[in-house]
């Protein structure tokens, strides 16, 4: 089965600074989508990856997959209080079903 | 306008009841899929349909009936409420169901926040 590990776990990060989080696959990944989760709201689909080596960007977000297709890496640059959440990566297992980690979660402090 | 709607967005309710959670996707999707947060914040797919039909069922208990009256809508009836079935359930809709291997971006509901006591 599909196994994402995500780190790290938490991370706390002043407002302005830079900062990366991980999902890291134990198989091949054929469809990697990042989403980020507010508290007591849904999930806020950010982008998907697909071809080894791609990257993608939206306003100060980049998300990269690595050659190998089974690393991604999230870098948000001078972080926001609007970027604070939980970040989760899910990878599609077939028939568009998505296998989740357990998420990244983003403390911004003013 | 909300893309992915659900009701309640929250429920609470007493262990051996009842109950039904609804969602409906005013996106033009064909594909709808149920998914279960537990309390360590680990989501997990739990069914998915294509125009009305269920596609697949991850292995979860018969307790829990998916209904889709149409393509806009997957309802989530479960019988019997077990302490454990206390989560918060998301209801996601796609384009297609990744037939050939396409890629179809899923887009979730608010949530509904289950508490079986």
């Known amino acids: 089965s599909q196994e994402l590990e995500q780190s790290p776990q938490s991370l706390i990060v002043q407002e302005g600074k830079n900062l990366t989080i991980n999902c890291t696959s134990s198989?091949?990944?054929?469809?990697l989508y990042w989403y980020k989760q507010k508290y007591g709201e849904g999930l806020i689909f950010l982008m998907m990856?697909?071809?080894?080596?791609e990257e993608k960007s939206h306003e100060k977000i980049t998300a990269k997959l690595d050659e190998k297709k089974q690393q991604s890496s999230l870098h948000i640059t001078a972080s926001q209080p609007s970027h604070a959440g939980i970040y989760l990566c899910?990878?599609?297992?077939?028939?568009?079903?998505?296998?989740f980690g357990k998420g990244n979660q983003v403390v911004v402090i003013p | 306008d909300t893309a992915v709607s659900q009701t309640p967005k929250y429920l609470v309710t007493q262990m051996g009841n009842d109950k039904s959670i609804k969602c409906e996707q005013n996106?033009?999707?064909?594909?709808m899929y149920w998914y279960k947060q537990d309390s360590k914040k680990f989501l997990k797919i739990m069914f998915s349909?294509?125009?009305?039909?269920?596609?697949i069922n991850e292995t979860v208990p018969n307790r829990f009936s998916p209904k889709s009256p149409d393509k806009a809508h997957l309802n989530l009836h479960i019988n019997s409420l077990e302490l454990g079935d206390s989560a918060v359930y998301f209801c996601?809709?796609?384009?297609?169901?990744?037939?050939?291997?396409?890629?179809?971006?899923?887009?979730f509901g608010p949530g509904t926040r289950l508490l079986v006591l």
């Open positions: 198989k091949t990944l054929y469809g």
């Open positions: 996106l033009g999707h064909d594909t």
């Open positions: 996601a809709s796609s384009q297609g169901w990744g037939l050939a291997g396409i890629q179809e971006t899923q887009y």
């Open positions: 349909y294509n125009n009305k039909e269920l596609i």
């Open positions: 899910g990878a599609d297992k077939g028939n568009n079903r998505l296998a």
């Open positions: 990856l697909q071809k080894g080596g």
